[in-house]
């Protein structure tokens, strides 16, 4: 089929690429003439496992282009994806004015007689459809088409496998002939699809982000309970998680969420909620129990090392989960700032992450010590935190670390070293949720 996708962010890159990989002809569209370049000079902008590749061998295969023309993408489709960004406003509501401006200029590029189905891939509150599909009409009287709802559940750092092998495929759609396309669309997957309404899908979506959510915020208050009765938090959720009805994703206790969409989602849920008439309490205790795990770790290293001023930390991991170079919302860049900004100085290493928090002005150079490699970072340190779980820092040779650094003192964020063996190497061990963490 022939495909567009407008905006090439995470979601509509990874998209475009792995419908033109089941053999799909996909143009997607840009309206950041840089992207666009780089993306046709076969460079990628973001860092996702096996994107790179993907994108290459179908550029090659004639499957995949770059433009930055809207009409372009349109007249050469029958199925048009929105894909662009719905940032978070100062009350917590969705910023829609990119989906306004890209139905508006779909409106304004649709020809008579060229019926076009409008899918909406990026993340919006309940009746967002319905808008997009009156702002086409109040701008082409005439268009033919439908305006269908079709949300994403990537992940970040694992988006091209969840795209390729998602657990379901969800359609609102009121029109059988814009459904009947979508099917075909995601035929070659072999997933589950579910059809819904518009409505329905696009709650789908926040409903399922924040229940996600909720699901981490439940372990990280059942986290402060085990370190104040001298429970396990893993073993809690190895627990409970065997419990088919339960299970075990999602209940890893640490420094909490971040991330571009999980804060994000449950606010708008909030909001929309509200909005509706009928809000969504609970969810405020989620973010409120999220923000509360920071504050609570940082308390724990400043109540050991007594005053944080002038104390070498380093910090290991900046992304805001693993496999990725996203850095926006990061819990890690947080805590990082807050170290820095009581007067400790800071020697921070990512794999990936490092570069952009840089470029974003999310971290100041001036202030933080870039390092190149986790055991440049421990030089000197009084302590260790692990604040991203990437899997190359369970694996360092600790007693190279334990050398490099002034005490042998680790704070774990993300419960990822196993206690027994960083006391076998003769560190004092902390984490979250853990017997010894108080
Ligand atoms: C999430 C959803 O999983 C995905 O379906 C949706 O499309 C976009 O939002 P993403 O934000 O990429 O994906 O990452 P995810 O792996 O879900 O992690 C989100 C945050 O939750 C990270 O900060 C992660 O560290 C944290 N997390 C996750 C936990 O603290 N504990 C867990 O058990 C799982």
Sequence with gaps: MDLCIIGSGYVGLVSGACFAEVGHHVVCVDNDQRKVD??????????????????????????????????????????VFIAVPTPPQVDGSVDLTYIERVAREIAGVLKPGQYRVVVDKSTVPVKTGEKVADTIKRYNKGAEFDVVSNPEFLREGCAVPDLM?????????????????????????????????????????????????????????????????????????????????????????????GGSCFPKDVKAFIAISKQLGTPFKLLEEVERINGSMLTRFIEKVREKLWVLKDK????????????????????????????????????????????KAVEWKLIDPAKVKICATPLEACKDAECLILATEWKEFANQDFDAVKAAMHTPLIFDGRNLFSPETMRDFGFTYYAVGRAGAK
């Design 312 to 355: 070498n930390i380093a910090v290991w991991g900046m992304t805001f989960k693993p496999d990725t170079d996203d850095v926006r919302n990061s819990v890690a860049i947080d805590l990082i700032n807050h170290l820095a900004g009581a007067g400790a100085h800071v020697t921070a290493y990512d794999p990936k992450g490092a570069e």
């Design 38 to 79: 780089m993306l046709q000079a076969g460079q990628i902008p973001i860092y996702e496992p096996g994107l790179e590749e993907l994108v290459h061998r179908n550029v090659a295969a004639r499957r995949l282009r770059f433009t930055n023309s809207i009409e372009d993408g349109v007249d050469h489709s029958q199925i």
């Design 165 to 257: 092998s998602p657990d379901r495929i969800v359609i609102g759609s009121a029109s059988d002939r814009a459904t009947d396309l979508m099917k075909r669309v995601y035929e070659p997957f072999q997933a589950p699809i579910l059809v819904t309404d518009v409505n329905s899908a696009e709650l789908i979506k926040h409903a399922a982000n924040s229940f996600l959510s909720l699901k981490i915020s439940y372990i990280n208050a059942v986290a402060a309970i085990c370190e104040a009765s001298g429970a396990d938090v893993e073993m809690v959720a190895d627990g409970i998680g065997m419990d088919k009805r339960i299970g075990r994703n999602f209940l890893n206790a640490g420094l909490g969420y």
